[in-house]
């Protein structure tokens, strides 16, 4: 029954223009089911993820006559718009939505356009109902007002429950999520399909594993915002199309896996490009390609040693490292006392962190890394090659020995002193 406003309000309405509302909603009633199927097929038609999601599809159907039954009681004042509350389709819609991440905006474009389909209706059968301009007036401001006053409150409470669902649903996944690719790099048993879909990632192909982390002084807040964007950025520029699968450890480091799909290779050139470039506050660490449930393993545990590389160094470096460019290195950063005191003990005077140990080393590695040409070296530091030639004789006096003597040993520490710097180092 109406409260004692309604029937105030009804009392002071012109009884023709309700005479006219209420025969458009006794035409409404009588042809409910077609209305709500035309505005079904609007909505599907118009908003592009409604039409690929059969359980979407089925809460539309599921409510939309119950909606439009209600707006129609509604425009009768047979009831009080703060009465109604959304249907249990019309909320179960909300939060199938928030779980696949489709965004908000298509639950608010629905009922804009749920909005504009039931006034365009009740509008034409009005044109057709009153000759009077005065009666047409007032009936279309009385249903424009009622429908858009009614769709405005369902709406903003579904938007809670879309936000809601989103958050909580989110933290669900994410605990789920973590459970499966923890036990996937523990080496867990997993049976693989169920995983795949939990993860929304395919195991059988090659996968890119990628850590990403930010300077622990940064705000929470933008280091996970900076992590995300990063992974994805990386990806695409590798020209990868797919996501990434995304987990963050916490506000300021993830860990992330590049689908490779059949390529089971990297651009190396396009990598290097996005190296000199890279003005993302975020460090980069990249295992290399590997294929299947191992290679998933494996491709995450190389970049993870990678990571322990760049954060084991003391010195400032580049912010994207692959863990194919650091050989033995990444076996070697467990126990830095030890490793400080072998790189002191190949390298001698070598092992100085001072600006001539420096550049020495420098030349000694590439020196080596060519194969152990001169020229070559010369080439790479841009130097003459006599120059080449005389710092070459200067190493092997402080070493005391040939420099192709313990070569493996030599480039080992080397690669040691590059990529920890003074971590390694024997202070000057």
Not at 302 to 316: C, F, I, K, T, W
Request: with cysteine.
């Amino acid at each position: 029954m109406p409260d004692r406003a309604e029937s105030s309000r009804q009392d002071h309405a012109d009884p023709l223009v309700r005479e006219v509302v209420s025969s458009i909603t006794a035409a409404a009633d009588a042809r409910l089911t077609e209305i709500a199927d035309t505005i079904v097929a609007r909505l599907i038609s118009e908003i592009e993820y409604f039409a690929i999601d059969q359980a979407i599809l089925d809460q539309l159907n599921a409510g939309a006559a119950h909606n439009f039954a209600i707006t129609m009681q509604i425009l009768r004042h047979d009831i009080e718009i703060e009465q109604v509350g959304p249907s249990a389709p019309a909320t179960e819609l909300a939060q199938l939505l928030a779980q696949r991440d489709i965004p908000i905006t298509a639950l608010e474009h629905a009922y804009r356009l749920y909005q504009d389909s039931v006034v365009r209706w009740c509008l034409q059968e009005l044109a057709v109902r009153s000759e009077s301009a005065t009666v047409t007036a007032g009936a279309a401001l009385e249903i424009t007002n009622l429908v858009s006053a009614h769709v405005n409150l369902i709406a903003q409470q579904l938007l809670s429950t879309y936000e809601f669902e989103r958050d909580a649903w989110r933290s669900r996944r994410s605990a789920s999520r973590s459970a499966r690719i923890n036990d996937v790099l523990a080496n867990r048993p997993v049976e693989v399909e169920p995983t795949e879909r939990i993860l929304g990632y395919h195991f059988g192909q090659h996968h890119l594993g990628i850590i990403l982390w930010t300077e622990r002084t940064q705000s929470p807040e933008v280091g996970l915002a900076h992590l995300e964007s990063a992974a994805t950025t990386l990806a695409r520029q590798l020209g990868i199309s797919a996501p990434p699968l995304f987990e963050a450890r916490d506000a300021h480091m993830a860990r992330a896996w590049v689908p490779l799909a059949g390529a089971g290779t990297v651009d190396r050139e396009r990598l290097s490009a996005l190296e000199r470039r890279w003005d993302s506050p975020v460090f980069v660490s990249i295992g290399q390609p590997r294929e299947g449930v191992e290679g998933f393993v494996r491709t995450h545990n190389e970049a993870d040693l990678a990571r322990v590389v760049v954060q084991a160094s003391e010195s400032p470096g580049q912010r994207i490292v692959c863990a194919s460019d650091l050989g033995a290195v990444t076996l070697m950063c467990n126990d830095l006392s030890a490793t400080r005191a072998w790189v002191a003990d190949i390298l001698g005077p070598l092992g100085v962190d001072d600006t001539s140990a420096t550049q020495l080393r420098a030349t000694l590695r590439e020196f080596l890394r060519t194969g152990g040409s001169y020229a070559a070296t010369a080439d790479a530091l841009h130097m003459h090659k006599n120059s080449v030639v005389y710092r070459l004789k200067k190493i092997e006096d402080q070493l005391g020995c040939s420099v192709r003597d313990h070569r493996l040993d030599l480039e080992n520490a080397l690669e040691l002193a590059f990529w920890l710097g003074s971590a390694v180092l024997t202070q000057a």
